[in-house]
């Protein structure tokens, strides 16, 4: 899981290799291993599928 | 190049759970690392308990000179337990030292850290992740837990609270957790709660090392601790005792645990880059497999008991080794280790060594006296300011610890609770002297201990075998029986209680717990009781439970009688129930040897060398089984080797100069072998010995005529037989049982005759002076003494019992000195002494020292009294 530093938006990580790494709002494992860019991209894919539903979750 | 280091701490991990996690590919960032540096096993401490290790690994210093010494702690008022701080970290740790040298040095969670170091870089105390409410709820952040306080809010918001966790967090460690009884079962909180933790120190960590300059980085996780005192018990294969139900629900738990952690770890290599050096270590290990306890004590602590004695050691980077092991690493290494790493000099203070093996390039490290004493601003708190600064306990991490098991609930009344927590700690500190070399600090400790409760079976155990260990045999004979009266009357009191009990039954006597048997067994031996002692133990070997575990103990007793095919039996039996277990590699290394078989013993040795390489004996013993083997270069490099660890085996000292002698090698010089070290002459207590009759009394004489200083009480007078008095003092004849007052024979010369010999206690340095004479004119010698006493006695008339007897008792000296390097034996013939006095007394003189007058010694040798011949 050899993700680089940056972020597509919330939701997307591009992995060393060019491609995409989806972000889902349940989260994952890898995504918490990843560390605070992993946390944060879940976050904010937490808030933009709450947002979609009219239900934003409560920040951290 | 300047070095950047990166150090992971992972509680508890354990080679034995991950190599065959590894093996499956299960975790491919740490087969990376080991294939990248070099990997061995880490030696922990006693006690094993974690805070007082991570200090130990930060400082490279023994509990008692850290000053952490348990899981909690007084409050500054004296009357409230708290959870550890470093408020009472009295030495430098290796932040402090790296921040004085200007490095910029951070430390996220470690263990204990809180309130955080004004160090040169950040710090997050491990009171970091702990959220103590609700999500629903604020989640204040205590006060001191991040420098610089600047960051504190950014840290705020990198932790993640349990309840944010999801199906998908939970479902790689329980599969079926929709099965779980959430309002019954707390284990999904108690994993939701663990996963949470640690990953909130990932997320802090990985913001430091991309944002932050660095060149010190450690960062600790409790988790795979916390996870497998939770989860271990269900870790396949199942036991009889676990439910089935809950095995296949948690079976999968303690895999997936350690797979997360190499993920964790996948993004901090990452995140270090391919140039950095990386650590990764644990402080002890944790039982995978059969040696998992069925059952804890009920005691403080007892958990740990779920340890096993080795944590993991990796290492890589520039200038390291690549794909090796290293051997015989602890703990107390990792700093001195560290400051080599940093071309900084190791201090002599610290009780560690660096590891020079993990270098491709062996560097020469620099050496000072302490780290304490060098100037410039390090980070440490103020004497006595952490105590005050954190005033307010943290009752959900004080909680944790009772969840755990480590610390009994403070419960309503809390002074009973700080009495305990400073008990608690003082019986810690004595089994850290214990470990560490200090008997008579551990046992003045345990003393008092048992006294103020001796209720508390655990501190008179402690105590009876310390005493045993340093030979105080009278006093570890009254321990024990006061520990058996103690047990005997809470056994009564659990009776009554259970005949008071409505529908309570007379279950009938209790029975001495079968540990309190095997150190009464130990009692027995070490009083010379062998054969009441092997009763006992292979009484206890019959029953399943014990017969695996105890055959180390019955090998030793086997050994220690004589009766070496039968120990390498049980040793090999030992072995088959732990494979690891050091010292039974050891123990069958040595009754390999003594029963002839040198290429067994050899294996066994060195097998128990991969274990812990830092045990001079066993390089001894290696060095013995080459030396008859006669493969002496072989015996050479083990005797170095044991003399660079432990300089004061004058044994392997003689060995290596025989060595050298047939090899036709220079000396010492240049093979690296430290001098002997200087042991003051008014510590060493010159013994003369030998069998009655066989010239003791001529040689005390002598020696005092020399000037030698004579311990006797001059109780005996001189009679015909030694008409220049016998030199003798009383309390010789009860050495057996209590040899304390050797203390006092330090630095003077002290009769003690040969069956006596083996009643020295190892913790004094002796010089030996042992008298050999012709049997038959020691036993006619003796007739003649006893006929001159007694009409009734038996006169001139050769006695083969005693002649036998004699003989044993002089194979058993020679076991006796093979064993106890602490002795250095010179053998003189009485029948030189008697030929040549002036050539017998200078060769004396040397082996004692050369500060004796030889002139006199050898006027005071009176030839007339040559008077039995053979």
């Known amino acids: ?60 | 190049m300047k070095r950047k280091v990166l150090v992971i701490g992972w509680d508890a991990a354990d080679w034995k759970a991950i190599d065959p996690l590894m093996d499956q590919g299960l975790m491919p960032n740490l087969e990376r690392l080991v294939n990248s540096g070099v990997r061995g096993r880490m030696a922990t401490l006693d006690p094993p308990l974690s805070p007082m290790l991570w200090t130990s690994i930060a400082t490279g210093k023994r509990p008692y000179k850290h000053g952490i010494l348990g899981f909690t702690e007084l409050a500054p008022d004296g009357k409230t337990v708290r959870p550890v701080t470093n408020a009472h970290r009295k030495v430098k740790a290796i932040w402090n030292i790296l921040t004085q040298e200007g490095a910029k040095t951070h430390v996220l969670g470690w263990w204990p850290s809180h309130p955080a170091e004004p160090i040169n870089g950040i710090m997050v105390s491990n009171f970091y992740q702990r959220a103590s409410r609700p999500m629903s709820e604020p989640w204040p952040m205590m006060p001191g837990t991040v420098h610089p306080p600047e960051l504190r809010e950014h840290f705020a918001k990198l932790r993640i609270h349990p309840a944010e966790l999801t199906a998908a967090h939970i479902a790689p460690f329980v599969p079926d957790f929709a099965k779980v009884n959430q309002d019954k079962e707390k284990a999904l909180e108690n994993l939701a709660r663990i996963l949470a933790d640690c990953s909130t120190v990932q997320a802090a960590a990985t913001w430091v090392l991309e944002e932050q300059p660095w060149d010190l980085m450690c960062v600790y996780f409790d988790a795979i601790d916390h996870f497998a005192h939770g989860f271990m018990k269900f870790n396949p294969p199942r036991r009889p005792h676990i439910p089935e139900r809950e095995y296949e629900l948690f079976k999968g738990v303690m895999t997936a645990g350690y797979r997360y952690h190499d993920l964790m770890l996948g993004r901090l290599l990452e995140l270090a880059g391919e140039d950095a050096t990386v650590m990764l270590i644990s402080d002890h290990g944790f039982h995978p497999d059969h040696l998992r306890p069925l059952a804890l004590p009920k005691e403080p602590a007892g958990p740990a008991r779920e340890h096993s004695p080795f944590g993991i050691f990796c290492l890589k980077g520039p200038g390291i080794k690549k794909d090796a092991l290293i051997h015989g690493a602890g703990l107390l290494d990792v700093t001195p280790t560290l400051l080599a790493l940093f071309g900084l000099p190791v201090a002599r203070d610290m009780d560690g060594r660096p590891l020079m093996d993990v270098f491709e390039e062996r560097p020469v490290p620099k050496v000072i006296d302490s780290w304490e004493n060098e100037e410039g601003e390090c980070g440490m708190h103020p004497r006595n300011a952490a105590a005050e600064a954190f005033s307010e306990m943290d009752r959900e991490a004080l909680q944790q610890l009772v969840e755990l098991g480590y610390i009994d609930d403070p419960g309503p009344e809390p002074e009973k609770a700080s009495i305990k927590t400073v008990r608690e700690n003082r019986y810690y500190l004595a089994k850290a002297y214990l470990d560490g070399g200090k008997r008579e600090e551990g046992i003045a400790e345990l003393r008092e201990l048992f006294k103020e409760a001796p209720d508390q079976a655990r501190y008179g155990r402690e105590l009876v075998g310390a005493l045993l260990r340093s030979a105080q045999l009278a006093e570890a004979r009254t321990a024990y029986d006061h520990l058996l009266a103690e047990c005997e009357k809470e056994h009564e009191r659990l009776r009554a209680e259970e005949l008071a009990k409505e529908d309570g039954k007379d279950k009938g006597t209790f029975t001495v717990a079968p540990g309190l048997r095997v150190l009464g067994s130990s009692v027995l031996m070490a009083e010379g009781r062998h054969q009441e002692a092997l009763a006992v133990i292979e009484q206890l070997v019959l029953l399943p439970r014990f017969a695996d575990p105890l055959q180390a103990q019955l090998a030793r007793t086997l050994g220690a009688m004589g009766r070496w095919p039968r120990a390498l039996d049980a040793y090999r039996n030992a072995l088959r129930h732990d494979p690891q277990d050091v010292h039974a590699h050891h123990g069958a290394g040595v009754a390999a040897m003594r029963t002839g078989d040198l290429g067994v013993a050899t294996e066994h040795l060195h097998d128990a060398l991969a274990l812990r390489f830092d045990l001079p004996y066993v390089h001894y013993h290696l060095g013995e089984c080459y030396f008859q083997l006669k493969e002496y270069e072989r015996a050479l490099q083990a005797f170095t080797v044991c003399l660079r660890i432990e300089p004061g085996i004058e044994r392997a000292r003689r060995k290596v100069a025989e060595i050298q002698q047939l090899l036709g090698l220079p000396e010492t010089e240049g093979t690296g072998i430290p001098q002997t070290p200087t042991i003051p002459e008014e510590e060493i207590i010159t013994v003369v010995s030998g069998l009655p009759r066989s010239g003791t009394s001529m040689m005390m004489q002598a020696l005092v005529a020399g000037g030698a200083v004579p311990f006797t009480d001059d109780q005996r007078p001189a009679d015909a037989s030694n008409p220049n008095g016998y030199f003798e003092h009383a309390a010789v004849k009860g050495m057996a049982k209590d040899a304390r007052f050797l203390a006092l024979a330090r630095g003077k010369t002290i009769k003690v005759v040969a069956p006596l010999l083996p009643f020295l206690p190892p913790r004094f340095r002796y010089r030996i002076v042992f008298m050999e004479r012709d049997m038959h004119e020691v036993l006619g010698s003796q007739d003649t003494m006893l006929g001159r006493k007694s009409s009734r006695g038996p006169k001139n008339a050769f006695r083969v019992g005693l002649h036998d007897a004699y003989t044993k008792q002089l194979a058993a000296v020679d076991r006796w000195e093979k064993a106890n390097p602490n002795a250095e034996v010179v053998r003189v013939s009485y029948a030189h002494v008697i030929a040549d006095p002036a050539d017998e007394m200078a060769r004396v003189q040397v082996a004692l020292g050369g500060k004796l007058d030889v002139a006199a010694m050898a006027r005071a040798v009176e030839p007339a009294l040559y008077r039995t011949k053979a």
């Not at chain 1, 994952?28 to 709450?50: C, D, F, N, Q, T």
């Open chain 1, 1 to 60: 899981m050899a993700l680089n530093k940056s972020t597509d938006g919330p939701g997307q990580f591009r992995a060393a290799d060019g491609s995409q790494f989806e972000v889902t709002a349940d989260g994952s494992l890898s995504l918490l291993a990843l560390g605070y860019r992993g946390l944060m991209a879940w976050r904010a894919k937490r808030i933009e599928v709450a947002d979609l539903k009219g239900k934003a979750p409560k920040k951290q």
